[in-house]
């Protein structure tokens, strides 16, 4: 069984520029959640989507945006790069959108906006 | 809104000490409780999970108890080992607003030593 994988592993971006991450969710899992994690702080939530729909979403601005595909893989798109942009991005699935089911969590990508 | 408290780190200990990392959380409703674990350089693992009240979630030696009375699920280990140095996030998983949204607390680094 695959786990979650992302892509790429480390990126570096301009303030200003955009970019978009990568998830392929765990086989068999319908849920895709995003997820940013600054240096020394816990992760927070920043969208979820559910057979590609937003389902849910933190308190992040407009300039984050994300997409679900037919095979339940995600990106995550982020315009307009500003500087507390930095940090890892966690991607996760579970298998239904139920508060029952833990989250399985891919390895991030460490985005560093210079 | 929903919210998670943990004792701040770091907290180290000699290993076979005893750990106690506590955690409460506030929320509406009754929420599904975890504690992930991320080693250096990693996403997060899920440890173990609790899904209502008085349950007790295991897994490799940890233990955590889901306590209403208290809004509390402390995590605790019998006897530490230098490999569970990690950072260990208590999270809760909402009812409300659909989906299964993870609210995190801020982690707690834990250092073990010989």
């Known amino acids: 069984e695959t786990g979650v994988t992302q892509s790429p592993t480390h990126l570096i971006k301009t303030r200003g520029q955009q970019v978009t991450l990568r998830c392929s969710s765990q086989s068999g899992h319908n849920t895709v959640s995003w997820y940013q994690q600054a240096l020394g702080q816990g992760p927070q939530f920043i969208f979820q989507?559910?057979?590609?729909?937003?389902?849910g979403r933190g308190n992040f601005p407009p300039r984050f945006s994300g997409l679900q595909f037919p095979n339940y893989s995600s990106e995550l798109n982020v315009n307009a790069l500003e500087l507390d942009d930095s940090a890892l991005y966690l991607c996760?699935?579970?298998?239904?959108?139920?508060?029952?089911?833990?989250?399985?969590f891919g390895p991030g990508t460490r985005l560093t906006v210079l | 809104g929903d919210s998670v408290t943990q004792m701040e780190g770091p907290v180290t200990l000699s290993e076979e000490a005893f750990l106690t990392i506590n955690c409460t959380y506030t929320?509406?409703?009754?929420?599904?409780l975890f504690w992930y674990v991320q080693y250096p350089g990693e996403g997060l693992q899920l440890l173990l999970k609790a899904t209502k009240a008085d349950d007790k979630g295991s897994n490799k030696g940890f233990e955590a108890t889901y306590r209403k009375e208290t809004t509390s699920f402390h995590l605790e280990k019998g006897s530490v080992q230098v490999s569970d140095s990690a950072v260990y996030f208590c999270a809760l998983s909402g009812v409300t607003g659909g989906g299964n949204k993870l609210t995190f607390g801020t982690g707690t680094q834990l250092k073990v030593e010989l």
């Open positions: 929320a509406t409703g009754y929420p599904s």
């Open positions: 989507y559910y057979r590609e729909e937003e389902n």
């Open positions: 996760a699935s579970s298998p239904r959108t139920s508060s029952y089911n833990e989250q399985f």
